[in-house]
């Protein structure tokens, strides 16, 4: 019965590369999870290297635009930019897209 030794080993070969090409399929797929899970969490965070505004008032000099400290107006922007990136946060821990560790520290680096 050689023959029957030959089938086996061609079965079990089959078998085993089967076997290797369905963990990497999984290896794969968890790795796109992943990287679609971090893309989404650095679209949520602001830039580090964000430009700032050129209306900065040097100490002592409160320059006004129709009234209004430019100082104030541009730290409401900043506020409305924060507040608007946590809302973007907490859905994504709502939608379980994020651990109660990841969002506390997002959230931590965020406020900063």
Not at 45 to 57: F, I, L, V, W
Not at 75 to 101: A, F, V, W
């Amino acid at each position: 019965m050689k023959g029957g030794g030959i089938v086996a080993l061609v079965i079990f070969i089959f078998l085993f590369f089967c076997f290797i090409w369905g963990i990497a399929s999984v290896v794969g797929g968890a790795r796109e999870k992943v990287q679609a899970k971090s893309k989404k969490i650095k679209s949520f965070m602001p830039h580090k290297s964000e430009p700032t505004s050129s209306h900065s008032p040097a100490p002592g000099n409160f320059p006004t635009k129709d009234g209004a400290d430019v100082a104030m107006a541009d730290e409401k922007k900043s506020m409305n930019h924060i507040l608007e990136h946590l809302e973007k946060l907490s859905q994504l821990h709502k939608d379980g897209s994020l651990t109660d560790e990841e969002f506390s520290r997002l959230k931590e680096q965020l406020i900063k």
